[in-house]
């Protein structure tokens, strides 16, 4: 275990579906981050949080929602995922922006 | 515009044998960091290094840095089949964020 915790691991959802995917961190990080990585592509930044403020959204379709309620959790809300949207969801964290960062395991998400 | 490059993207070693793996980058960077994730899971930092740093060593990992030639290397002595992932180089610019390349997919063969 790395310190940061993403559930769930697995996720099969229809197009119509809603579903969120969880991170939780104990580590006293004060920024979280979500990523995407899509196989041959570079891991793509889709949102950053700083002591629980978004400050980046990296031009991310509206149908991914982040939600960050504390420093220790953030959430990723999604409604009317498309089959490309498909990939592994990395969340992660830091002591602060800038610094090395611990990744959670992921969560698998496949649209069908 | 993708900030780190790693080269190769694919290198097969035997056992034992060094494995060096390069980064390229395009703009100036607060730090440089390596990464190292194996099949479908999350990624595991392995080393930061500081632009004003030349070379860093971690257990069997050396990494460098050559700021003039905006490249890093990341050194792993006498491999082992358990070494066997992708390997990511991450630079933080001055806006602090992390930008990655498309890793480098390393096979130790035991």
């Known amino acids: 275990e790395t310190g940061v915790t993403q559930t769930p691991r697995h996720l099969v959802m229809g197009m119509t579906n809603k579903k969120s995917l969880k991170c939780e961190q104990h580590l006293g990080h004060n920024a979280m981050y979500w990523y995407k990585q899509s196989a041959k592509k570079p891991l793509e930044l889709m949102f950053v949080y700083n002591f629980k403020e978004q400050t980046e959204n990296n031009s991310v379709p509206s149908r991914f929602s982040p939600e960050c309620p504390n420093s220790s959790h953030l959430f990723l809300h999604l409604h009317t995922l498309q089959p490309e949207d498909s990939a592994l969801y990395l969340c992660?964290?830091?002591?602060?922006?800038?610094?090395?960062?611990?990744f959670g395991s992921g969560t698998r998400l496949t649209v069908v | 515009s993708q900030q780190g490059e790693e080269d190769p993207q694919a290198l097969s070693i035997q056992e034992g044998e060094n494995a060096t793996m390069n980064c390229s980058y395009k703009?100036?960077?607060?730090?440089l960091q390596w990464y190292r994730q194996n099949s479908g899971r999350g990624l595991v930092h392995l080393i930061l290094?500081?632009?004003?740093?030349r070379e860093k060593h971690s257990g069997r990992l050396r990494v460098t840095l050559d700021t003039s030639k905006k490249s890093s290397s990341l050194l792993i002595t006498a491999s082992r089949a358990a070494d066997t992932a992708s390997y990511f180089c991450?630079?933080?610019?001055?806006?602090?964020?992390?930008?990655f390349g498309k890793g480098i997919t390393l096979s130790v063969r035991p």
């Open positions: 991450a630079s933080t610019g001055a806006n602090s964020k992390l930008t």
């Open positions: 703009t100036s960077i607060n730090n």
């Open positions: 992660a964290s830091s002591s602060r922006t800038g610094a090395g960062y611990t």
């Open positions: 290094i500081r632009s004003n740093e």
